[in-house]
């Protein structure tokens, strides 16, 4: 069942720059999306427009919906979205470090939410927050409650900054790149946690990263955006296994493989575009070895490939791209 | 405060470990000792009169000496700690509080209100200090609640200021978002998140600061504005005793030195707070 659905959402800049330009996405109750692309292409904003928590001055969203459960939160006035942050849409980060309180315990951390959504007593929220760190494999944590962020180390923090967040039992965890800071091991435990998390209570997740490795471990739908644009979504396995898009098939050829491969790396040649100076027609054609003279002048639509019910993409030459890795034996 | 800084240096000097914070608390500690135990551990009573000992110097009776009215300069000393620690208390906790709360919301809000509040600081600190406070209690009348609301009225500019940077930069901070992600309103995320970050700074600032106030507070007395005789007080007790100061130096000199010892206790543990806060104002 859809628990959120945006449509064609649209965000600008002061300048009226289109930094996302018609994403649509959608989350089931208890499905982890992997929002994948580069820096700057818009993922993090696109999500932060779903808490209506834009960063920075002269950012609006122009056009488009985000219904959770079916009502339109871009209609909501700030105090209905006091009650959806947190407690509908969680939300954690990329740097726990910097995004807990620095002079506050984590468990009153974890129980402030707890406290101000359901009410709870300060004694109620402190026993609700210490079952959280035992939830999230914190050992002992009758005893770390009362330490301060600094008296935990990175992996701990970001398992409190989960407990943070599912103190407020939100439907919805949007975790924008949340193991990036983090070594292999620690990223695993997380990733895992986060899998855990969805088969016991449901949760739907958000996963916003730009490493494929870990949507090819975590994720049930991947979402691909670029320059601001959707490319491709679909599930994982099509996504990853027969990419449509040039864009997602350069992405999955950049990744290091681990059986001895020679020679250089491969990469896509360029650098994504500015905001100010995004292309005409597909974003991504001064940088796409099909592209023609149909993609730099008309922008393709999202278009689902025959045959798969969910598998879209937004190129002209979707098919042939299909046809041109089979030949290369992709 | 180039006087707590100076004497904060000669601190650093005299105690080569650098724990002036201990030095500070003991030195504090005294204080406030004296001055709940006054009762008992004075001699004499600090307003009463005696014709037969008039201007004694300092004596096995009398160690710090009479004034000309005959009463105990060393009760009248112990007495005098109470109005005076009520005075630095008092005379920086209202400032404080105030300029706390102007200089959070100021610097939260931004835009057009910020802009107002900050013109309002500089219209305030367009005056001198003591001028404006003077300013202020000749129209209140005299009196020691006069000199607390003036000193709220001039005081709260500098903590504003001081709270005012710190949430400015505190403002774009990850855990900010992080809180209003969690569904908190502004109010709760600038008070109970937001200004715990803030307030190192500006209480090292009101640690130093029991020194201006308690300059100010002993000025004004002096200058007949304040604590009224025949109040113990010390700047009261240096007033009284400048005609003498020639034939019985005791008089001013004694609560002098108390006024420098509380300041000096002050300013150490201003200077041990802010290193071990981290935060010099």
């Not at chain 1, 974890?110 to 760190?133: M, V």
């Not at chain 1, 855990?196 to 691909?224: E, N, Y």
């Not at chain 2, 500098?158 to 855990?175: C, E, I, N």
């Not at chain 2, 008089?251 to 981290?278: E, H, N, Q």
Request: charged residues 15%.
């Amino acid at each position: 069942m859809t628990l959120l659905r945006v449509s064609d959402l649209t965000i600008q800049d002061r300048l009226g720059t289109a930094l996302v330009d018609g994403v649509s996405l959608s989350v089931d109750r208890g499905e982890i999306l992997g929002l994948v692309g580069e820096s700057g292409s818009g993922k993090t904003l696109a999500c932060r427009a779903m808490m209506r928590l834009l960063p920075g001055e002269g950012l609006t969203i122009r056009g488009g919906e985000i219904r959770l459960n079916g009502a339109d939160v871009l209609t909501y006035g700030e105090k209905q979205m006091m009650a959806v942050r947190g407690r509908e849409i969680g939300m954690i980060f990329q740097n726990p470090a910097s995004h807990l309180n620095p002079v506050m315990t984590i468990g009153r951390q974890i129980a402030e939410g707890r406290r101000r959504h359901f009410g709870a007593s300060r004694r109620e929220a402190r026993q609700h927050a210490i079952e959280l760190l035992r939830q999230v494999g914190i050992p002992d944590p009758a005893s770390r409650v009362d330490n301060y962020p600094h008296e935990f180390s990175g992996g701990m923090r970001q398992r409190a900054m989960i407990a943070v967040a599912l103190a407020c039992e939100p439907k919805l965890l949007i975790a924008d790149e949340p193991t990036t800071a983090l070594d292999v091991t620690v990223q695993m435990q997380v990733l895992h946690l986060l899998r855990d998390l969805r088969d016991r209570l449901g949760l739907a997740v958000i996963l916003i990263t730009h490493d494929l490795g870990v949507v090819a471990q975590t994720c049930d739908r991947i979402a691909v955006m670029y320059a601001g644009r959707l490319c491709e979504t679909g599930g994982k396995r099509e996504v990853l296994g027969a990419p449509l898009h040039p864009y997602t098939r350069g992405l999955i050829e950049c990744q290091p493989s681990s059986d001895g491969g020679a020679g250089r790396m491969i990469t896509i040649q360029g650098q994504p575009p500015l905001a100010q100076r995004f292309p005409a027609g597909c974003r991504f054609h001064p940088r796409c070895g099909s592209a023609t003279a149909e993609c730099a002048s008309v922008q393709p639509e999202m278009r689902v490939e025959p045959g798969a019910d969910s598998h879209a993409a937004a190129c002209h030459h979707a098919a042939s791209v299909v046809n041109r890795g089979m030949v290369h034996g992709h | 405060m180039t006087a707590t800084q100076s004497v904060a240096a000669i601190g650093r000097r005299v105690l080569p470990g650098g724990n002036t914070l201990t030095v500070g608390i003991v030195i504090l500690a005294a204080w406030v000792l004296v001055a709940l135990l006054c009762p008992w551990i004075a001699p004499f009573d600090p307003i009463s009169q005696d014709a037969d000992a008039t201007l004694l110097p300092p004596n096995p009776a009398h160690p710090f000496g009479t004034d000309n009215f005959g009463r105990d300069i060393l009760s009248r000393v112990m007495w005098g700690t109470r109005i005076d620690l009520q005075i630095c208390f008092i005379g920086v906790a209202f400032p404080f509080v105030l300029g706390t709360i102007v200089g959070a919301v100021s610097g939260y809000v931004g835009g057009a209100l910020d802009t107002l509040l900050m013109r309002l600081i500089d219209i305030v600190l367009a005056f001198p200090f003591l001028v404006l406070m003077l300013a202020i209690i000749a129209i209140l009348g005299p009196g020691i609640s006069s000199f607390y609301i003036a000193m709220a009225m001039v005081g709260w500019v500098s903590y504003a200021r001081l709270v005012r940077s710190q949430v400015l930069s505190l403002k774009h901070r990850d855990f900010i978002l992080a809180a209003r992600s969690l569904g908190y309103s502004h109010g709760r995320i600038l008070f109970f998140h937001l200004l715990p970050n803030a307030l190192a700074s500006s209480i090292v600032f009101a640690m130093s600061d029991c020194v201006l106030v308690l300059l100010s507070g002993a000025s004004v007395s002096y200058l007949g504005l304040g604590v009224q005789p025949p109040v113990a007080e010390w700047g009261v007790m240096v007033a009284e005793g400048q005609g003498f100061i020639t034939t019985a130096w005791w008089i001013t000199t004694f609560p002098g030195l108390a006024i420098v010892a509380l300041a000096m206790g002050f300013s150490f543990l201003a200077d041990g707070l802010g290193d071990k806060l981290g935060a010099r104002p």
